[in-house]
């Protein structure tokens, strides 16, 4: 059990995590409260969501890095519609931007399951065209607080359930950590007691294998990509309602990088076929500690982009060197 | 016949203009053992497609367990319990043992919910059935392709199957392995199991099968019982032709001379010890062993990319450095690598950039620049001297036969007019009538004067072409054959695999 653990990539990520919050409270004993880590959740919930989603395309031997295009505008359409129409409901919010990320998850499968393109080249392609649209259309000026429907207000301050600190101020567990909550079980049932989920890793592993067997592939992509984009638009809805904001100019640019890496350190490997649901949280749960503690440290917040690149280049690096290293001690294996 | 699994009828099929099967039947009984011989491009890939209805035939029709198709659907196939096992064996290497032998089933039929104890239980049920035991945990990438294709036989076993296909199964296995592999086909057999075994080693044809049938140029020759065959007729059946087999004569009077090259104590930590030999002109000298034995490690320090810890070359009598290929290609030692894809060929190139490639410095004009007629004029010399197929020498290199692309890195070397030539492996993957076109060049080369080194896995080839042979294992060279034309090939065998260890010395 022990070694099976220490083989895992989950096992030495959790090490770090912990090193990482250790060296932090060493340094800021202000970071270990609950009160932080409720904080945390509520800010990143979010990206981990996209990551989950990420994930299991990535599993497949695909990629898309048109989702904070697809969060972005099911948020910006949301909110547009919601003041047009003059009525505070989350449901429909939620419901116009998961319905902009099916459409668009649709769209991306199609090109993909029918005429075979690249998948980085579609949701590259897809995602500059219509966000490119959207601005044209609905222009880019963001939508202030005081003009925001008030469900995305309600929605980013609920609270599961209420504590109070020493100093008598009030804080909570966001509705949000229920959320990812309920998106890494959905997922996780799908990866690991589906079948759906298995041919998903066997397509990572070997698609001219998965075509032979008579699975229908095409259903399969379908589905991916608009669970993808399902995700994205609970993402953009969530994320409005984070900052009380919504410009259409936010997501687009800031989510793609943490979300690769966050995946990328969870030990998925860009070639698909490998990678779990633990890993990729606890890559996103790294990659959110060290965006929003580096501050902590007294480290100025715009070396954020540069810390996660830096984790990025230098945890792929490990898990490669590691498989290398495996690799080659079976080869000697099997030369005796 | 109602006792016949499969029959297929007339069937025809043309790719694009070329008739890749004309008129061709099989039957295959109940528990038989029916192999489909025939060289590349002999029809047999397409055959197999269409029985597994991946390919769907012009005309003809295929009967499965008494029922008639004139166009079959894979998945239709699959449920008639018709399996095949391709020669990548369609595995999924990210997946479990387990995963990967249910995986397909459930896939047929249309399960949605699954757990890993429900699969462990159809996988273990499945490797139970043909007496084998493999961890079902364990990633299929870490097996050997010897496991690999067990664990490939036993989903095909899971999923009904009353006939498998192997395609080539034993291409890239040991020698005891196939006959492991061989045993459980005789199980397969024994459980009323048909198997259509497609291969072009011959060996084989005769130890595992009851009929042959033989496939070539797209046409049927005929159904032989195995019994009645034997290599000669089998290989004149497969090509049409048949091959004189007179071992190489080396002028032994030109031992008087002084030796060509000349290796004195050569030595590598880890790869080989201490080997010293001298070749002369026109010798083809053979080096057989088994993989692993240094033979390959000893070729490429010769060739400049290897360095070497102890020991000296010489040519001509003169010590001489060889640091890297550029320096032995000044030498004159040119050097063939086994795996011809990826070190011996720019396979997307054209075949005339790749005959070129070694002497672009000889082609250039007084500006500096490729001399283009000059290049033309060597180009089209080199394909019609080794009589490579190909319309033009700016056709790529990878549309080529195997035999062709041989001939495209023979003549790359030639062309710099090598004095020693060592060749790895120089007929592996080649059909026979390929095979021995390239044993003729090399014979050829060696009658008018080139020294040749012949590294090779077959024995037949081996024996038959070589005045003389090293056999080398665990990094020593362990016995030197003069009087190869006594040899035969199971005691060379024997002493490759060192079978019979009082035997060698």
């Known amino acids: ?336 | 016949m109602a006792d016949n699994v499969l029959e297929v009828k007339h069937i025809f099929k043309a790719y694009q203009g070329v008739q890749a099967l004309r008129d061709v039947s099989l039957s295959v009984g109940r528990g038989e053992v029916h192999c489909l011989v025939g060289e590349n491009g002999s029809g047999k890939s397409t055959l197999i497609k269409v029985i597994g209805g991946v390919v769907a035939p012009d005309r003809g029709e295929i009967v499965i367990g008494g029922r008639a198709h004139a166009r079959l659907q894979a998945i239709e196939a699959i449920r008639e319990g018709i399996q095949i096992i391709y020669q990548d064996l369609s595995l999924y290497p990210n997946l479990s043992v387990s995963e990967n032998i249910s995986l397909n089933q459930m896939i047929e039929k249309g399960v949605r919910l699954t757990t890993r104890k429900k699969m462990q239980a159809l996988a273990a049920k499945g490797l139970e059935e043909i007496g084998e035991t493999i961890d079902l945990d364990e990633r299929v990438e870490n097996l050997s392709i010897a496991r690999k294709q067990i664990v490939a036989i036993t989903r095909a076993l899971t999923q009904g199957a009353k006939l498998i296909i192997m395609d080539e199964p034993t291409t890239a296995i040991t020698r005891g392995e196939v006959e492991h592999l061989f045993s459980v086909i005789s199980g397969l057999k024994a459980r009323g199991i048909s198997i259509v075994f497609v291969s072009h080693k011959l060996s084989e044809v005769f130890e595992i099968a009851e009929s042959v049938t033989v496939l070539r140029d797209g046409n049927k020759v005929g159904d032989y019982p195995a019994a009645e065959l034997d290599d000669a007729k089998l290989t004149f059946l497969m090509t049409g032709q048949s091959f004189t087999s007179s071992p190489y004569r080396f002028d032994e009077t030109r031992r008087g001379e002084p030796p060509l090259l000349e290796v004195r104590g050569l030595t590598k930590t880890g790869q080989f010890t201490d080997i010293s030999f001298s070749l002369w002109p026109g010798e083809i000298l053979g080096i057989v062993g088994l993989v692993g034995s240094g033979r390959t490690e000893v070729a490429l320090t010769l060739f400049g990319l290897n360095s070497r810890d102890a020991g000296t070359i010489l040519m001509d009598g003169k010590p001489v450095d060889v640091k890297s290929p550029e320096e032995a290609a000044k030498l004159g030692i040119a050097y063939l690598p086994e795996d011809r894809l990826n070190q011996g060929l720019f396979v997307a190139r054209a075949i005339g950039d790749n005959i070129v490639v070694t002497i672009l410095k000889s082609l250039l004009s007084r500006l500096r620049l490729i001399d283009r007629p000059k290049r033309r004029e060597v180009e089209n010399r080199w394909i019609e001297r080794l009589k490579i197929k190909t319309p033009t020498a700016a056709a790529a290199a990878f549309g080529l036969s195997g035999g062709n692309q041989q001939r495209v890195v023979l003549a790359k070397w030639l062309a710099t007019e090598p004095r020693v030539f060592i060749l790895d492996g120089p007929t592996v993957g080649i059909d026979i009538s390929s095979k021995s076109n390239i044993h003729e060049i090399i014979r050829n080369l060696a009658e008018h004067g080139m020294a040749i080194v012949m590294i090779s896995d077959e024995i037949p080839e081996v024996l038959r072409n070589c005045n003389r042979i090293l056999v080398m294992r665990k990094g020593r060279i362990e016995r030197e054959i003069r009087n190869v034309h006594e040899m035969t090939e199971e005691r060379l065998f024997d002493v490759v695999t060192a079978r019979r260890p009082e035997e060698v010395q």
């Open chain 1, 1 to 336: 059990m022990v070694k099976r653990l220490l083989r895992r990539n989950e096992t030495y990520l959790c090490f770090v995590v912990i090193a990482f919050c250790a060296t932090v409270t060493a340094v800021n004993p202000a970071f270990f409260t609950l009160q932080n880590f409720f904080d945390l959740l509520h800010d990143s919930s979010g990206s981990a969501i996209l990551a989950v989603g990420f994930l299991v395309i990535l599993l497949s031997g695909g990629i898309d890095v048109s989702f904070p295009a697809v969060a972005i505008m099911g948020q910006y359409i949301a909110v547009k519609a919601l003041i047009a129409l003059h009525v505070s409901s989350l449901a429909l919010a939620l419901a116009i931007s998961c319905g902009v990320g099916l459409v668009f998850g649709a769209v991306n499968a199609f090109f993909i399951s029918f005429f075979n393109i690249s998948t980085l080249i579609v949701t590259l392609g897809t995602s500059g065209l219509f966000y490119g649209a959207m601005l044209q259309v609905l222009g880019s000026a963001g939508v202030y607080a005081s003009v925001l429907p008030n469900c995305f207000k309600v929605f980013g301050r609920t609270n599961v359930f209420q504590l109070k600190t020493l100093t008598g101020s009030s804080y909570g567990l966001s509705v949000f950590a229920l959320v990812l909550a309920g998106v890494v079980i959905l997922s996780w049932i799908i990866l690991r007691r589906t079948l759906l989920g298995r041919v998903i890793y066997a397509m990572g592993g070997n698609m001219e294998a998965v075509r032979r067997s008579g699975v229908n592939i095409r259903a399969i992509q379908f589905f991916m990509y608009c669970y993808m984009g399902l995700l994205a638009g609970v993402m953009g809805v969530m994320s409005g309602s984070l900052i009380q904001y919504s410009d259409p100019t936010y997501i687009v640019d800031t989510e793609l990088l943490p979300v690769l890496a966050g995946v990328m350190l969870g030990g998925a490997s860009i070639m698909g076929g490998a990678g779990t649901i633990t890993g990729t949280l606890l890559g996103m749960a790294l990659i959110a500690l060290l965006e929003k503690n580096l501050v902590l440290l007294g480290i100025p917040s715009y070396w954020d982009q540069f810390f996660v690149g830096v984790v990025l280049v230098v945890g792929v690096s490990v898990t490669h060197i590691q498989r290398r290293i495996r690799g080659r001690r079976q080869l000697s294996l099997l030369r005796e």
